[in-house]
């Protein structure tokens, strides 16, 4: 892990997750036809298997959510 790498603990509704803080990983939004900044995220958990999108980076990116339990969502303006 690199030095800047905190392993964390978090209480969930299934039970404890570690989750490693990594300092400023970079993160860009790709969609066709979309050019969007890059911006630093933090958390990543040992249990995920697919990209979390947490409320705060939806908001850095301009996601606007349709349909959440489909996954429907389109970038803020399309």
């Given at each position: 892990m690199p030095d800047d790498t905190m392993v964390e603990t978090y209480k969930t509704a299934s039970g404890l997750m570690k989750a490693y803080r990594v300092g400023g990983a970079p993160t860009a939004l790709l969609v066709e036809g979309?050019?969007?900044?890059?911006?630093?995220t933090y958390v990543v958990s040992e249990?995920?298997?697919e990209s979390l999108i947490s409320d705060?980076?939806?908001?850095?990116f301009g996601i606007v959510v349709e349909g959440p339990a489909?996954?429907?969502w389109k970038p803020k303006g399309e």
């Open positions: 979309t050019e969007t900044r890059e911006f630093g249990y995920a298997d705060q980076l939806a908001s850095e489909k996954g429907l």
